[in-house]
């Protein structure tokens, strides 16, 4: 009979996870005003305060002189890219002072990791007694990781995705719709799952749902707006001036102007089309069937490996994916596959994590996609059957 563990065990190990997170926070704080601890961050909190202020948050000088103040010693700005609603999800981190906001970011972030992880583990199917594997899960893929320590908003979509999949199990569309505001911080990174989205709201007349998305996005953007009347206006010409398209970064497209000739841009508008390519023939095999939690991993990887630019940290998305391959092979109760799976998903991840500890350049982790869609494919192939999908499933 397998071990399993007691409440007086499992209280005692709480504790100590929390008295050493404690720790580590303690140690964490003092170092929050270097450049290296978080440091995307910055673009948030100096946009933020330009716009709090009646600026432009896309000005790079107006950013730089913020920047500055905050002690960054660079000779050019980190400019934020997000489009202007993504203010209205930042702006409650930009009002204390730079080492605070950054700190209170930092739990924040972690906090909404934790919630996905667990929030995952509950709308896959994942059984109560074991949890706790949902943290083990998260904690340990890398790409969570990569956007908590760099200061990314990255897990504020990661939220927007699991809470969709949540209200749309519970057919609440308009709620729903809110939730993926969240998700367009982004837009071009999950680009398929925008397409499948029209698709799938025009084919089942899902209209709560559109109606949502246009509310939230509406009321996200009034903020920013009431604030700075010209921020789309902002927004569009810094985008046309300083667009981050041709970006070295670790999307394939990128990859393949770095093999075949950095000249060559039209690579990186070549690959989405490619994804397009392939959603239309997954679309035409799945529309009667479409289940978004049972679609929306392949959705997620395919825009992910098709995008016109992303980074590493971006691929936390994912672990929609990875806890669902994560539940499939516990459930199957083999245990000669749970332990290969866990293997390589703890080789896998450590190789990146030891890259990343070594500064590795980002955009020479253009291998770490496709590798995850390897396992990903294999072990969803393997435990395809052991399953059917609980009831309510869409």
Not at 232 to 247: E, R, T
Not at 277 to 288: C, E, G, T
Not at 370 to 388: F, K, Q, V
């Amino acid at each position: 009979m397998p071990y399993q563990p007691t409440k007086t065990v499992t209280t005692i190990a709480l504790v100590l996870a929390l008295v050493l997170f404690a720790l580590e926070l303690g140690w964490l704080y003092p170092k929050m005003n270097a450049d290296n601890v978080l440091p995307d961050f910055i673009e948030y909190w100096a946009a933020g305060r330009a716009i709090l202020s009646g600026q432009n948050p896309y000005s790079p000088d107006q950013l730089l002189m913020l920047q500055n103040s905050a002690g960054w010693s660079k000779a050019d700005p980190l400019m934020m890219y997000n489009p202007p609603w993504t203010f209205f999800f930042t702006l409650p981190f930009c009002l204390a002072h730079y080492p605070l906001s950054k700190f209170l970011w930092f739990l924040f972030n972690m906090a909404l990791v934790f919630i996905c992880g667990d929030w995952l583990w509950r709308l896959y199917g994942g059984r109560e007694q074991y949890r706790y594997a949902s943290l083990l899960i998260t904690f340990t893929f890398a790409p969570v990781l990569f956007a908590v320590g760099v200061g990314q908003v990255v897990p504020f979509m990661l939220l927007g995705l699991v809470a969709f999949l949540q209200f749309a199990k519970l057919q609440k569309w308009p709620v729903a719709g809110l939730c993926l505001v969240l998700v367009a911080i982004k837009p071009h990174i999950l680009f398929l799952f925008w397409i499948a989205l029209l698709l799938w709201v025009w084919d089942h007349k899902k209209w709560p749902l559109a109606l949502g998305i246009g509310a939230g996005g509406l009321t996200a953007v009034a903020l920013p707006l009431l604030l700075y009347p010209d921020v789309i206006s902002g927004y569009i010409g810094f985008m046309l001036n300083q667009p981050p398209l041709f970006y070295k970064s670790p999307a394939p497209g990128s990859f393949l102007r770095l093999l075949l000739g950095e000249e060559r841009t039209w690579l990186q508008v070549l690959l989405p089309c490619m994804g397009i390519a392939w959603f239309i023939f997954y679309w035409r095999a799945h529309r009667k069937n479409w289940r978004w939690n049972q679609r929306l991993p392949a959705v997620i990887f395919a825009s992910l490996l098709t995008a016109p630019y992303g980074w590493s940290f971006d691929y936390a998305l994912l672990l929609p994916a990875v806890m669902k391959v994560a539940i499939d092979t516990l459930q199957s109760r083999r245990s000669n596959v749970i332990r290969q799976l866990a293997g390589i998903h703890l080789f896998i991840n450590g190789i990146a994590l030891t890259l990343r500890l070594m500064a590795f350049p980002d955009h020479l982790m253009f291998w770490f996609g496709p590798a995850l869609l390897l396992i990903y494919l294999l072990y969803s192939r393997t435990n395809h059957g052991d399953r059917t999908p609980p009831p309510g499933d869409l």
